[in-house]
């Protein structure tokens, strides 16, 4: 029986986690799952640490005034680590958090892996000393990522996007209806064109193949540090899959409602631009490797596990 700490401690993360939680047992029946989830990973088996939700801070007042709380949870989950409670760690996005559990997992000698991988391909490289050191598996979710940790020395392992099983293909055209209310992945569906900040929406947008337009104003004193500490060229993540500008960008002095509306206007009154829109999200679609993430992803944490384990003195020897 093999005993994981996995720790998801956001909602997307969460979602991610419980997927990757049953195909895991799939391949090991008898696997255990202790660690930081929510509901969704509770109804698939996992012993609940603490709730995701506990560990949701907006803001920078709001991180501040739970910095006690955090330091306690880290400080739980580190000792249960030190007790010899696990025989594999699984880590989900959370950089902040998750090095610092990843850290102890490695003292320990415990493989570690992290799937939904931090994006340090767009800000903090210097986090990638310690991925190097202290993960023993990293598995990717976008296209490009592999390229990227190519050149840190690491094999990034790439899997897709589970949102793609979020979205099923068959969903799109039954949700294009014009009836929407509070439903994110319907009014996506059913919008000619999507309007949205940079996000988890226009990743969406690309999955149904809905045409964008990405929206972005921070204060100028963030603007001057993100263009300071930002590697990449743009902020939607379907420019960044395609390496270009196939969702058109509006940043700060450029965003205005002036130029978002005659942009958009253009496109909409020319069907030949939707349809070539609508191509270059389908083929964004297309690179996130289709259905199926969290059972690539469960194959690769089985097989390297094994692997690791195998080894003459342990997945450190």
């Known amino acids: 029986m093999t005993r994981f700490l996995i720790v998801a401690g956001e909602v997307s993360g969460e979602i991610y986690g419980a997927r990757l939680m049953r195909e895991i047992r799939e391949i090991l029946p008898g696997a255990t799952f202790v660690g930081l989830g929510g509901d969704k990973m509770a109804r698939e088996g996992l012993d609940l640490l603490y709730h995701c939700r506990d560990m949701a801070a907006i803001g920078v007042v709001e991180m501040l005034s739970k910095t006690r709380f955090f330091m306690g949870v880290i400080e739980s989950v580190r000792r249960k680590i030190r007790a010899g409670e696990f025989d594999a760690v699984i880590l989900i ?98 919008s000619d064109l999507l309007i949205a900040k940079s996000g988890t929406s226009v990743l969406e947008a690309a999955l149904f193949g809905t045409p964008a337009v990405v929206v972005y104003r921070t204060s100028h004193v963030s603007y001057w540090l993100a263009k300071m500490l930002v590697k990449v060229k743009y902020s939607a993540i ?31 009154g020319h069907p030949e631009l939707m349809a070539e829109a609508r191509r270059e999200m389908e083929s964004v679609r297309e690179k996130l490797a289709g259905k199926g993430a969290a059972k690539r992803a469960a194959a690769v944490v089985v097989e390297r596990l094994l692997k690791l384990k195998a080894k003459p003195g342990g997945p450190r020897g």
């Open 93 to 190: 996005d959370y950089p902040g958090f998750n090095f610092r559990v990843a850290r102890t997992a490695w003292e320990r000698g415990l493989p570690v892996f992290y799937y939904v991988l931090p994006q340090i391909w767009a800000w903090r490289r210097y986090r990638m000393r310690a991925m190097k050191k202290w993960m023993d598996t990293v598995i990717s979710v976008f296209p490009f990522e592999p390229k990227f940790y190519a050149e840190y020395g690491m094999t990034a392992h790439f899997v897709g996007h589970p949102m793609v099983d979020e979205i099923a293909p068959a969903d799109v055209a039954a949700r294009r209806v014009k009836n929407v209310t509070d439903d994110s992945h319907g009014v996506i569906a059913a």
């Open 238 to 268: 379907p420019n960044i899959i395609a390496g270009r500008e196939i969702v058109r960008e509006f940043h700060q002095s450029n965003f205005t409602p002036e130029r978002v509306a005659r942009h958009s206007l253009e496109m909409l």
